[in-house]
Nanobody, 125 residues
């Protein structure tokens, strides 16, 4: 059974860091695209970052460029989102999503077939 499980969320002060993990089970991270999305209360879900296995390309939302880094460890079947210099506006539930047999990842949630349950990130002093 295909499953994605996020972890690593929590409460952090502004300027702090967190590393989110997205562990995949039931499939191997071969020809895939993984995206990180977030949804704050009262707002629509937005794409944060994504990574493609075909060429290792990565994409970031303008709001997180230079602060967040996406990476993958295929041996551990896990994708990470390193979040530095966190701001209160980064507060949201963060989700990872997967799609397969695609040449390039997308920042659109409608392009993904499989989703994790989400992990809460709260940035507050």
């Amino acid at each position: 059974q295909l499953q994605l499980v996020e972890s690593g969320g929590g409460l952090v002060q502004p300027g702090g860091s967190l590393r989110l993990s997205c562990a995949a089970s039931g499939f191997t991270l071969d020809y895939y695209a993984i995206g990180w999305f977030r949804q704050a209360p009262g707002k629509e879900r937005e794409g944060v970052s994504c990574i493609s296995s075909s060429d290792g390309s990565t994409y970031y939302a303008d709001s997180v460029k230079g602060r967040f880094t996406i990476s993958s460890d295929n041996a551990k079947n896990t994708v990470y989102l390193q979040m530095n210099s966190l701001k209160p506006e980064d507060t949201a539930v963060y989700y990872c999503a997967a799609d397969f047999f695609v040449s390039r990842c997308s920042m659109l949630s409608s392009e993904y077939s499989y989703w994790g349950q989400g992990t809460q990130v709260t940035v507050s002093s």
